[in-house]
């Protein structure tokens, strides 16, 4: 049988503008998604639902979690 991994049990994050996400199986806290994406905590916006997280907040499976840039690339 094909081994697929439920979306339900993975963290899937959506780095705006773009809509396409990336899921990951496994992410402790922010701080360790932030490194994952080589982003760096203070150029973006990390948002769950309505909450905005600060980088030592813990992420579960299931998670849909929006990155926002907060900085101008030019």
């Known amino acids: 049988t094909l081994n ?3 979306t339900d049990r993975m963290i899937t994050v ?3 503008p773009a809509e396409n996400p990336v899921l ?3 992410m402790a806290t922010v701080r360790q998604l932030l490194n994952a994406l080589s982003l ?3 150029e973006v916006l990390v ?3 309505r909450e ?3 980088a030592d907040r813990r992420l579960e499976q299931g998670d849909d979690i929006r990155i926002r840039q907060v900085i101008s690339r030019g």
């Open 4 to 6: 697929v991994a439920r």
């Open 47 to 49: 948002i769950r639902g």
């Open 52 to 54: 905005l997280l600060t």
């Open 40 to 42: 760096r905590r203070t």
């Open 24 to 26: 990951f199986e496994k």
């Open 14 to 16: 959506y780095l705006e």
